[in-house]
């Protein structure tokens, strides 16, 4: 069933720092955190405030990605300089695997069933709780359905749970939101033959780029272009210090 296509959704998204295109390109994927691991990525590749949360909430086998536009994460990342991007990866291709919804933010949410506690409360809009999981989630088609119409109506961030990794198609896109950030986005697909769009949209806020870190993106991808074994040096904004 089509589950999103029904809800007139047509685009779905991930968002990363832009010196992680290169693998995500790469690999034609995103991948989960467990893939992530296998890959040889440690957690340094990973969000350093959210990692952990996801898995020890019973989230860590999924790729998240969201159906909103113009993510909070996203518009704090670009408010503080920091370059970022949208993939943009069209609902069909969503539809076509198996995927759960959750309408609650997995990884900052404070409410939870654990050490005794009811969490929130299941039901056709909320969804349910399932093996390991500390949030509901839905999981059904009649779930998804009813979440989908519920909080699409009041404008409420809904998580994509693709479960393990995605694939992503030719009809990928990216979305940048400097004419810079798209050159980088540019040289990075062309290097690698990947067929993905790039596209420039005006930013969800202010995004004041920051010239040192887009010096430190531009040298975290000449080594990865350098070195096809290489797994990053832990570049994560919120981690990178002022000199």
Same mark, same amino acid.
């Given at each position: 069933?089509?589950?999103l296509?029904?809800?007139?959704?047509? /685009?779905?998204?991930?968002?990363?720092?832009?010196?992680?295109?290169?693998?995500i390109?790469?690999s034609?994927?995103?991948?989960?955190?467990?893939?992530?691991h296998?890959?040889?990525?440690?957690t340094?590749?990973?969000?350093?405030?959210?990692?952990?949360?996801?898995?020890?909430?019973?989230?860590?086998?999924?790729?998240?990605?969201?159906?909103?536009?113009?993510?909070?994460i996203?518009?704090?990342?670009?408010?503080?300089?920091?370059p970022?991007? /949208?993939?943009?990866?069209? /609902?069909?291709?969503?539809?076509?695997?198996?995927?759960?919804?959750?309408r609650?933010?997995?990884?900052m949410?404070?409410?939870?069933?654990?050490?005794?506690?009811?969490?929130?409360?299941?039901?056709?809009t909320?969804?349910?709780?399932?093996?390991?999981?500390?949030?509901?989630?839905?999981?059904?088609?009649?779930?998804k359905?009813?979440?989908?119409?519920k909080h699409?109506?009041?404008?409420?961030?809904?998580?994509v749970l693709?479960?393990?990794?995605f694939n992503?198609?030719?009809?990928?896109s990216?979305?940048?939101?400097?004419e810079?950030?798209?050159?980088i986005?540019?040289?990075?697909?062309?290097?690698?033959?990947?067929?993905?769009k790039?596209?420039?949209?005006?930013?969800?806020?202010p995004y004041?780029?920051?010239g040192a870190?887009?010096?430190?993106?531009?040298?975290?991808?000449?080594?990865a272009?350098?070195?096809?074994?290489?797994?990053?040096?832990?570049?994560?904004?919120?981690?990178?210090?002022?000199?």
């Open positions: 069933m089509p589950v296509a029904d809800c007139q959704i047509d /685009a779905v998204y991930h968002y990363a720092p832009l010196h992680y295109l290169i693998f390109a790469r034609q994927s995103i991948l989960s955190k467990p893939s992530l296998k890959a040889g990525f440690t340094s590749h990973l969000r350093s405030m959210s990692h952990g949360l996801d898995v020890a909430r019973g989230f860590g086998s999924y790729s998240h990605l969201t159906i909103d536009a113009q993510p909070r996203l518009r704090a990342k670009l408010a503080a300089g920091f970022h991007i /949208a993939i943009c990866i069209p /609902a069909s291709d969503i539809d076509a695997v198996s995927f759960s919804l959750c609650f933010n997995v990884a949410t404070r409410q939870l069933r654990r050490e005794g506690k009811d969490g929130f409360p299941e039901s056709e909320n969804g349910r709780y399932y093996a390991g999981h500390q949030i509901p989630i839905a999981r059904t088609d009649a779930d359905s009813k979440m989908l119409q699409l109506q009041e404008n409420t961030m809904i998580e693709v479960h393990g990794d992503l198609s030719n009809e990928t990216i979305i940048c939101f400097t810079e950030d798209a050159r986005a540019g040289q990075i697909l062309g290097s690698l033959d990947r067929k993905w790039v596209k420039v949209e005006k930013p969800p806020g004041p780029r920051d870190h887009a010096a430190a993106v531009t040298a975290f991808i000449q080594q272009e350098g070195d096809p074994n290489w797994r990053g040096n832990g570049l994560e904004f919120d981690r990178l210090k002022p000199k």
